[in-house]
């Protein structure tokens, strides 16, 4: 119904920036809100950031807030992850994701739809 594809990933130093980005295709009237969710080495996934409706209302996890920033193009059905400062702990893959209500299971990393990730990596 609904296909996700992230660019962008790579590594960095410490301190660096990236930019990642989703391209949403298919159902896309289906979606609600889309964000990014990420899962480090042996650690449990962990919802990033999301955006939602029209209007582009933003949140933001605790760990991230003030360094990342979400965007989004609804012409073009894009979303995409602007990461500063950021961190080695921030080194994991990422995960477009998108979600039809936008509830708990949104904030617990089960969004409805998946990309196929992007491999972030930011070395001290």
């Known amino acids: 119904q609904v296909q996700l594809v992230e660019s962008g990933g790579g590594s960095v130093q410490a301190g660096g920036s990236l930019r990642l980005s989703c391209a949403a295709s298919?159902?896309?009237?289906?979606?609600?809100?889309m964000g990014w969710i990420r899962q480090a080495p042996g650690k449990e996934r962990e919802w990033v950031a999301g955006?939602?409706?029209?209007?582009?209302?933003?949140d933001y996890s605790a760990s991230v807030k003030g360094r990342f920033t979400i965007s989004q193009d609804n012409a073009k059905n894009t979303v995409s992850l602007q990461m500063n400062s950021l961190k080695p702990e921030d080194t994991a893959v990422y995960y477009c994701?998108?979600?039809?209500?936008?509830?708990?299971?949104?904030?617990?990393?089960?969004?409805?739809?998946w990309g196929q990730g992007t491999q972030v990596t930011v070395s001290s």
């Open positions: 955006i939602y409706g029209s209007g582009g209302t933003t």
């Open positions: 994701a998108a979600d039809r209500f936008c509830g708990g299971s949104w904030y617990e990393a089960r969004g409805d739809y």
């Open positions: 298919g159902h896309t009237d289906s979606i609600n809100c």
